[in-house]
């Protein structure tokens, strides 16, 4: 079993960078409750120059999917942010959407812990979070 952590606005002292994992970009319109809810009913909705969930959901995937495969049966944490979070989430969980991005977007840090047999997401746990306004 791979066991993978996920901190919301984690700051290492030692990082390695996969670019595929940061935050989405944001275009133009900047990030408001009316914009979160346009993209989440829409998943392929962005702004001018900006990125869909979809969009961030397929680089954040590709790099999870290697990573599972080149860390099998190891502990990784990875330090992200909250719509690359969500994504991620939403690939694995369907239901999750608006409401659910909307009900974590004041929690920094968050913490969440995803286990997987092989690709397969077996379970998954909120570990702990820190609530600090948006």
């Not at 409750?33 to 702004?47: C, Q, S, V």
């Not at 369907?94 to 379970?123: P, Q």
Request: charged share 35%; with cysteine.
């Amino acid at each position: 079993m791979t066991r993978i952590y996920f901190v919301r606005h984690a700051q290492p002292k030692r990082r390695w960078e996969d670019e595929r994992l940061r935050e989405r970009d944001k275009g133009a319109g900047g990030n408001t409750h009316d914009l979160f809810e346009k993209r989440w009913k829409d998943l392929d909705y962005h702004e001018r120059h900006g990125e869909s969930i979809h969009m961030v959901q397929k680089r954040n995937i590709e790099a999870l999917m290697e990573l599972l495969s080149q860390y099998e049966g190891k502990t990784i944490v990875i330090g992200t942010h909250g719509t690359a979070l969500s994504a991620i989430f939403h690939y694995f969980d369907s239901n999750f959407g608006s409401s659910d991005f909307l009900r974590i977007i004041d929690w920094m840090s968050y913490i969440a812990a995803f286990d997987f047999e092989g690709e397969k997401l077996v379970s998954k746990e909120e570990c702990c979070h820190i609530e600090k306004e948006f």
